[in-house]
């Protein structure tokens, strides 16, 4: 990837391609009787354990985030995947079935917006019903901008949603409608927030990508806004995620600038993280009025500790957040496979992987071409 050094420079001259080339026919699913069975729960090379999926189960979104879709690449002339092309609710489930006894106990719903994928709720119940070996649930969340979340929390809930994480990136109304590019309010947003929270989806979590010099002015309101709520806010470093958003390292503010200035003015302490693998280092009010996160790729990357899986939806595999190649697995659920055809697969893209993009960042080794967030979301 070219890093531009101003990001209010204009759009490419050629349009960069934003999501991988479509996938091939399918093909009779391979017999894998002969085959030994995989070591469960799977391990990467650098013995990482399988335990997130998460599902984008749609490219669109009806924001235009300028860190995520900016307008001037998807426009009103940009392709999105044609509906066919997508996984169907029951593709998804047959494969996360085969993720939770490969080890996965937690699934996550992304976009574009996962809330524009019609009857969302459907997919949640197919989803909420799968067990663990051990006949424990899978706790099934959904990252979402929120913008229709107060007419979809309670289906949502009866569905069995465990959680919801909710993308909100200011408080200020001028600040917001600049970064999302649309005529949302930011009323809206938190309003479904409270509908959330009210139907039993607290705490809710609040993600925050902090641009230097673009919204960081809105850290320590965002920090007050929440204090006693019982909602966690995440605060995002911004990331080099895909190829379009025209990132800038002088636009990132790390971690510890962030901690910094909300200690000045909430004194923190730091919490023991809740789970291995867990992305945001947890911090609470040392008055006791709640928690933040911090989440750090870009200063202090958490590769070593990285237990996520992304499938895209059209069905690809990803291993990392920002890679530029994934592994096709819709060709073999739409051939009649098993789920032990399925698990071999499976276990042939996890077993072998050494991702750690984020350890890299920098080096000549860095892939040039990535895929975009809103295709395999956060």
């Not at 093909?27 to 030994?36: D, H, K, R, V």
């Not at 051990?134 to 706790?139: A, F, H, L, M, N």
């Not at 959330?196 to 320590?220: E, T």
């Not at 967030?373 to 956060?378: E, H, L, R």
Request: proline share 6%; charged share 25%.
């Amino acid at each position: 990837m070219s890093t531009r050094t101003n990001s209010s420079a204009s759009a490419p001259a050629v349009r960069p391609r934003v999501v991988p080339a479509g996938l091939p026919d399918p093909a009779p699913a391979q017999n894998t009787s002969s085959l030994p069975v995989p070591t469960l729960p799977l391990r990467d090379t650098r013995a990482r354990p399988l335990r997130d999926l998460r599902i984008s189960v749609t490219d669109r979104c009806n924001f235009r985030c300028t860190y995520c879709m900016p307008r001037e690449v998807f426009d009103q002339n940009h392709e999105f995947l044609p509906h066919a092309q997508l996984l169907t609710f029951e593709e998804i489930t047959q494969f996360a079935r085969v993720a939770v006894a490969a080890g996965v106990r937690k699934l996550r719903l992304t976009g574009g917006e996962p809330l524009l994928r019609k009857n969302i709720e459907r997919l949640v119940e197919m989803l909420a019903r799968l067990e663990t070996p051990e006949g424990k649930p899978v706790q099934v969340a959904l990252t979402t901008n929120g913008t229709l979340l107060r007419k979809k929390a309670q289906a949502l809930r009866d569905a069995g949603l465990s959680r919801v994480t909710v993308s909100l990136d200011a408080l200020d109304p001028v600040i917001f409608a600049r970064m999302s590019d649309s005529t949302i309010q930011v009323a809206d947003v938190l309003s479904g927030i409270d509908t959330a929270a009210a139907v039993g989806l607290a705490p809710v979590k609040v993600n925050m990508v902090v641009r230097k010099g673009v919204n960081d002015s809105q850290i320590l309101p965002m920090a007050d806004y929440f204090r006693h709520t019982g909602h966690v806010v995440r605060f995002i470093e911004f990331m080099d995620v895909g190829n379009t958003n025209g990132w800038n390292l002088a636009e990132v503010l790390t971690g510890r600038q962030i901690l910094d200035r909300i200690h000045d003015r909430f004194p923190l302490k730091q919490l023991d993280a809740a789970y291995r693998g867990e992305v945001a280092a947890r911090w609470g009010f040392a008055d006791g009025a709640g928690e933040i996160g911090i989440i750090t790729s870009v200063s202090q990357p958490f590769c070593g500790d990285c237990t996520r899986l992304r499938l895209s939806p059209e069905g690809r595999l990803f291993l990392c957040l920002f890679a530029s190649r994934g592994h096709d697995i819709r060709t073999l659920l739409r051939s009649g496979a098993t789920d032990a055809q399925v698990l071999h697969q499976l276990a042939g893209v996890w077993s072998p992987r050494d991702d750690h993009y984020s350890e890299l960042r920098g080096q000549a080794t860095v892939m040039p071409d990535k895929i975009e967030m809103s295709y395999i979301g956060g």
